[in-house]
């Protein structure tokens, strides 16, 4: 049965950061004045210290759980124990977003560990569909789908990537977490123009922003970007930014910083200019 | 071609399990072949989970040096990639498959020392669970207590080795260099038995003696209290059971227990 899922209370459309484990007590002992922070789900799948450095921080903070395993584009079925302990962790915290990504990763029982792209097909629409309907029954609420950064395309599909989103969001009643910086990287890569895209993503549905760092590796006559969420966002990646709460409204924006963890005070200083944009814009 | 198949292809390759060629006419993009673009899915798993593996094989990464690790890491994850996608647990077992590689003939402690780095790594990320006090305990009768059977906290371990390797990891752990110069690895004829456990967050790990580390292995393994004393008094006629079941619930290392006979507690 599908449902219009309620939010929990509406976020605030202010910017917050990716908490690593490098600056869990930094949260503690700082207590940096930012809105909100997002972990990677599995990270939290124990117990012990990280998962009580976890509630001792969202005492202060609210939180979003952002996923990576679920692999909801596997033509398998998403695994019971995997989404189990997501359950499990979204009673522990409560989280203002549940997200995961607009990809696979599972396959012939082995986890890939990376997020990769289907092809958007009628087969791959009907799989996604199925298994983001049954998460979301699972859970008992909504949950955000992510854009992937893609370095190829198939040769095949029936959709572009925004039609593919536009109907999982009808079909299932998921919301979006819209990566700017993938929209940037995928479509450097495949030469096409991430304004347009911008454009045909269906704005209702975007609940959350991320916002992050990729770098560029030439390869023979050109530069492939790549999005290892290792530097601060660039330039380009902040006017796209701009140029889209333009287009659909203030969102809450993330930013995420998944290697190469700087100090928190520089993820602090992304998240205030991106406040800057925010707070430009009318509510 | 149909979803399943094309996943099936791509894992394959990612995994080094197939060389791509069915893949040429489904993979596109300018500039770059299909395989250097799937090579960047390659090197993300490759390279993430290599990382996994040094994150939990910290010091025997560090032992081995860190290209013969990334390689040996390599090796063991095209072997047994990850079942799941959640890597806390990834890796058990690494420390076998050290222990079958010849090239590490000349370090023979590495596998022990791997594994007691999978136990510390296991116990600090094992699930929470309710701890057993010394005032439940003390609720057990004097008739019953005998045929107590515990049930231990996911964070215990135990081991042996007969190397330091506790010392080892420690002198590593806290890179004190004038102590790691001067360090020997040393073979014992008597093992050392190791308990590793996680009190209010924080692992801990004790070299104990053998009398006491057969009573633990004997309730870990399921046998009721008496036997496990009969056990440890076999080693040690003076085995001083009121100490090694304190010892085990200052550690927080029980979470409930069982009468043989009665129903689960």
């Not at chain 1, 819209?178 to 269906?202: E, G, R, S």
């Not at chain 2, 085995?239 to 010892?247: H, K, P």
Request: with cysteine; charged share 20%; proline share 4%.
């Amino acid at each position: 049965m599908r449902n219009n899922y309620q939010k929990k209370s509406p976020p605030i459309a202010k910017a917050g950061v990716g908490l690593r484990y490098q600056h869990h007590q930094d949260f503690i002992d700082l207590k940096p004045k930012i809105s909100w922070v997002e972990v990677h789900s599995e990270n939290y799948f124990g117990g012990g210290m990280p998962v009580n450095y976890l509630q001792r921080i969202r005492e202060n903070y609210e939180l979003s759980l952002h996923g990576v395993g679920l692999s909801l584009g596997s033509s398998e079925r998403v695994r019971k124990t995997h989404i189990k302990m997501v359950q499990k962790l979204i009673e522990l915290v409560s989280p203002i977003f549940v997200s995961e990504h607009l990809s696979w990763n599972i396959t012939q029982d082995f986890y890939l560990n990376d997020l990769i792209p289907v092809p958007y097909t009628q087969e791959s629409l009907r799989i996604f569909v199925r298994n983001i309907d049954e998460v979301q029954n699972i859970f008992g609420r909504q949950i955000l789908i992510e854009n992937p950064s893609a370095y190829f395309q198939y040769s095949f599909g029936d959709y572009s990537e925004t039609e593919f989103l536009s109907h999982l969001v009808n079909k299932t009643k998921c919301g979006l977490l819209l990566d700017i910086n993938n929209v940037y990287v995928t479509c450097h890569n495949q030469h096409t123009d991430p304004l347009t895209y911008i454009k045909q993503i269906p704005a209702n549905a975007i609940q959350e922003i991320h916002l992050a760092g990729h770098a560029a590796k030439v390869i023979d006559d050109g530069v492939i970007l790549l999005d290892d969420h290792g530097s601060k966002v660039a330039d380009d990646v902040w006017q796209l930014y701009k140029k889209a709460i333009d287009i659909f409204g203030i969102k809450p924006t993330l930013i995420e910083w998944d290697s190469n963890i700087p100090p928190l005070d520089i993820l602090i200083k992304e998240a205030e200019i991106a406040n800057r944009y925010l707070e430009v814009q009318p509510t | 071609m149909r979803l399943a198949t094309l996943q099936h292809l791509i894992s394959d390759y990612i995994l080094f399990k197939q060389e791509g060629s069915k893949l040429s006419e489904i993979i596109q993009g300018d500039n770059l072949s299909h395989l250097e673009r799937l090579n960047i899915y390659r090197n993300n798993t490759l390279i993430s989970l290599q990382e996994c593996l040094r994150g939990t094989y910290n010091v025997t990464s560090q032992i081995v040096g860190q290209e013969f690790f990334n390689q040996i890491a390599k090796n063991y994850i095209m072997r047994d990639p990850p079942r799941e996608g959640c890597l806390l647990f990834y890796g058990k077992g690494f420390p076998f498959f050290l222990s079958k590689q010849p090239e590490l003939g000349n370090l023979p402690y590495i596998a022990d020392l791997a594994r007691f780095e999978w136990n510390m790594q296991s116990a600090f990320h094992a699930a929470d669970c309710p701890i057993l006090t010394s005032e439940y305990l003390s609720s057990i009768g004097p008739s019953k207590l005998g045929k107590t059977i515990f049930k231990f906290h996911p964070a215990f371990h135990t081991m042996q080795s007969s190397y330091n390797i506790d010392e080892l990891w420690l002198v590593h752990e806290t890179k004190k260099i004038n102590s790691l110069d001067h360090f020997k690895i040393i073979k014992n004829r008597i093992k050392n038995s190791l308990v590793i456990y996680r009190k209010d967050c924080q692992v801990y790990f004790e070299n104990i003696k053998p009398a006491q580390f057969s009573f633990v292995v004997s309730l870990k393994d399921g046998n009721n209290l008496i036997k496990s004393f009969e056990k440890a008094q076999s080693k040690n006629k003076k085995f001083d059971l009121v100490q090694a079941i304190q010892a085990l619930i200052s550690g927080h290392s029980i979470m409930g227990y069982k009468i043989k006979g009665e129903k689960n507690e």
